[in-house]
């Protein structure tokens, strides 16, 4: 038993140096200009984001370096009911060209998920989501309904005119889900006429930050412009096949000026390079 638990160490350590080897190997960090589009300028974003410690793989730190490679501009982190791995994005050290990185959460309710970006403390799930919204609000946060599909309640015209954008933009593979995000943006565009499409990843577990990605029209790099550029519904929501949802004015703009990609050389290395990681830090602490 003993030289087994040995031979099982040494395996896991071999994996974790392993990881950071092929992760420090095949990382690459390229400058990105920013875009401008008349008085604003054209920011890539992804609100629906969760980090570790929680239920997201990567520290905000690290999606801060992906978000780099993804082309992602500006992200909040947003864990399911809980505020820890945001906490964390007070001790990122800011730079004028790094991405901006928001504290926030996804308020998970058997009825609907509510993203909530720009809060600075936990908010308790629990109907009705009017009153959530209102919550966020108070926080000077914003309010997003996330894969708002028939199955959530989002029929009520009190909650879509109470949020300040819905997900219409989502890596989800089934058509009838995808029909339901864009039927929900419709009901709550004739309720709320100013309400952002939004884009969003909802990504946990590999590196696809951005995958759908919402593109805001700012006018100026902060988290007060990105959040007044999402109550203005100054925004255009853009799909993993490159289809634009939002005012056709500001699309028509975005097709002429538009932000760059994904820039990410080595993308299947480093998801080997995080399993192999994880997997070794698992084996250590489980045979410590």
Not at 181 to 192: D, I, S
Request: net charge negative.
């Amino acid at each position: 038993m003993v030289v087994t638990a040995r031979l099982f160490r040494s395996i896991s350590a071999l994996a974790l140096i392993a990881g950071i080897v092929i992760g420090t190997a095949s990382d690459r960090s390229p400058q990105r200009q920013p875009v401008r589009s008349g008085e604003y300028l054209i920011l890539a974003g992804d609100f629906h984001v969760h980090a570790a410690p929680g239920d997201g793989s990567l520290t905000p730190g690290e999606l801060r370096d992906e978000a780099v490679r993804a082309g992602i501009d500006v992200f909040a982190v947003t864990n399911h009911n809980q505020f820890l791995a945001p906490r964390l994005v007070a001790w990122l050290t800011s730079s004028a060209d790094a991405p901006i990185v928001i504290p926030g959460e996804e308020i998970t309710d058997r009825n609907y998920h509510l993203i909530a970006v720009g809060i600075h403390d936990v908010v308790r799930p629990g109907p009705p989501a009017a009153r959530l919204a209102a919550e966020i609000h108070a926080q000077g946060g914003i309010a997003i309904a996330a894969h708002p599909g028939n199955a959530f309640a989002w029929q009520d015209d009190s909650a879509l005119s109470a949020i300040d954008g819905t997900e219409v933009a989502h890596p989800e593979h089934e058509e009838k889900y995808r029909r339901q995000y864009l039927e929900t943006f419709a009901r709550a565009r004739r309720v709320n006429p100013h309400i952002a499409p939004i884009g969003s990843s909802d990504v946990h577990n590999t590196p696809a930050l951005g995958e759908c990605r919402t593109l805001l029209f700012v006018r100026e790099r902060s988290v007060s412009g990105v959040l007044d550029a999402i109550r203005a519904g100054r925004t255009v929501a853009e799909n993993e096949r490159g289809e634009f949802f939002g005012d056709p004015s500001l699309i028509e703009r975005v097709r002429q000026m538009p932000p760059g990609g994904r820039t990410d050389p080595h993308p299947h290395w480093r998801r080997l390079s995080i399993a192999l990681a994880w997997t070794g830090m698992a084996g250590l602490l489980l045979l410590a």
